[in-house]
């Protein structure tokens, strides 16, 4: 039986899901949908980013212990992702659960020559970085070939998301961190490479490596993970592996509120949990997020989520309907399909569903099924979620 591989990264559990978040889950949720439907295998892994700065920083301003503030925000997205009806991931792997093979990872990666160690004055230790140059000499990897970015605007994202252009020591200002030596009050495990964590990107190479194999089927993730995390990761992999990370890379669009960015650094956030202390059914929450093809950014308004009430009251009269009048069941399904196997065209399959409300269904207990099984949107208590 055909297997399908994918690899969604996780988040960095310092705060509640908002629905940037949730519209990633909600599209990668749908192509696992479409895989088993298709008669397909699915081997699903994430990672949760459980040791990171802003975890650590957002612990030290808040006064609460890193681990509890991490293990409550990920028992919170995971009753959050449960209550939006996502499949969760076969493998769902903390970085902290991988601190030794992350570790053995970047002695491999020194031992290649593709790893340099940078003296740091305010460790006990060095700081371990990859050298891209290196391994794009050796390996079927090079920097760009993922994210398709010229230098200047690799420079400017990888100051903005988590990089380090400006490091004194290192031999180019793209170089990511691999291994951050133990510095005082912040936590540290003891490893082949010295008392330390792990850099971001290294994670996932190793976690997606281990659980999923080389040349996956896709990596997906929202459209700012592309680059520098996605662009590092699989450089990260293929100098370990000799083979691509993935055989696709794939990315969602962003979810903008008020004009801006979605983001915990902007404070502009609409909750999941939020909602649903509100009394909004999750399944509107999803209806909202499907109505926007994955790949495109687009805003959550309030207008948004009043639409997407009154579709899900609509879609629920086909419980209602005798059956005995309106469109072949079959013919319905045939197109919902369709509209889906085209890019996970969501805002079609939705239109689809709208035009068969509207006309009746002949058996609509077939169409309500497909609709829980393709769009993870139930209908009725007896169908499983």
């Known amino acids: 039986m055909d297997i399908a591989r994918l690899y969604v990264c996780g988040i960095t559990p310092y705060d509640a899901t908002h629905i940037g978040h949730a519209a990633t889950y909600v599209a990668y949720d749908t192509l696992i949908r479409v895989w088993l439907d298709a008669g397909y295998t699915v081997h699903y892994a994430q990672?949760?980013?459980?040791?990171?700065?802003?975890?650590?920083?957002?612990?030290?301003?808040?006064?609460?212990?890193?681990?509890?503030?991490?293990?409550?925000?990920?028992?919170?997205?995971?009753?959050?992702?449960?209550?939006?009806?996502?499949?969760?991931?076969?493998?769902?792997?903390?970085?902290?659960?991988?601190?030794?093979?992350?570790?053995?990872?970047?002695?491999?990666?020194?031992?290649?020559?593709?790893?340099?160690?940078?003296?740091?004055?305010?460790?006990?230790?060095?700081?371990?970085?990859?050298?891209?140059a290196a391994a794009a000499a050796v390996g079927p990897w090079r920097l760009g070939d993922e994210s398709n970015l010229d230098r200047s605007q690799m420079l400017e994202l990888f100051a903005e998301r988590g990089g380090d252009p400006e490091r004194s020591g290192k031999r180019d200002a793209l170089d990511p961190l691999l291994w951050r030596a133990a510095r005082?009050?912040?936590?540290?495990?003891?490893?082949?490479?010295?008392?330390?964590?792990?850099?971001w990107h290294i994670e996932c190479s190793v976690i997606a490596l281990k659980y999923l194999g080389r040349d996956f089927t896709v990596q997906g993730g929202g459209s700012d993970l592309t680059f520098p995390h996605h662009e590092m990761s699989a450089g990260h992999a293929a100098a370990l592996s000799g083979h691509p990370l993935a055989?696709?890379?794939?990315?969602?669009?962003?979810?903008?509120?008020?004009?801006?960015?979605?983001?915990?650094?902007?404070?502009?956030?609409?909750?999941?949990?939020?909602?649903?202390?509100?009394?909004?059914?999750?399944?509107?929450?999803?209806?909202?997020?499907?109505?926007?093809?994955?790949?495109?950014?687009?805003?959550?308004?309030?207008?948004?989520?009043e639409h997407s009430k009154e579709r899900l009251a609509a879609w629920t009269g086909l419980t209602r309907q005798s059956g005995t009048t309106g469109q072949d069941v079959a013919d319905v399904v045939s197109e919902l399909r369709e509209a889906l196997a085209d890019d996970l065209n969501t805002p079609?399959?939705?239109?689809?569903?709208?035009?068969?409300?509207?006309?009746?269904v002949h058996r609509p207990a077939k169409l309500i099924k497909a609709i829980d099984a393709l769009l993870g949107v139930r209908l009725t208590p007896s169908t499983p979620a």
């Open 247 to 305: 055989r696709v890379f794939s990315h969602a669009g962003l979810v903008a509120y008020q004009g801006e960015k979605m983001s915990k650094s902007l404070g502009n956030l609409v909750l999941v949990s939020q909602l649903r202390s509100q009394g909004v059914d999750p399944r509107a929450i999803r209806l909202a997020i499907l109505a926007h093809h994955y790949r495109s950014d687009w805003e959550w308004t309030d207008d948004l989520l």
């Open 47 to 132: 990672n949760v980013t459980d040791i990171d700065d802003p975890l650590l920083e957002r612990a030290a301003a808040t006064g609460v212990d890193w681990r509890e503030l991490a293990d409550s925000q990920i028992e919170l997205f995971r009753h959050d992702m449960a209550d939006l009806s996502v499949i969760p991931p076969d493998d769902y792997v903390a970085v902290t659960e991988m601190i030794e093979p992350i570790a053995k990872a970047v002695c491999t990666l020194l031992d290649r020559g593709v790893a340099y160690r940078v003296p740091t004055a305010d460790a006990d230790g060095d700081d371990i970085y990859f050298d891209n």
């Open 184 to 199: 005082h009050d912040e936590p540290s495990w003891p490893s082949d490479v010295g008392q330390g964590r792990p850099g």
């Open 348 to 360: 079609a399959a939705l239109a689809v569903i709208d035009a068969a409300v509207r006309t009746g």
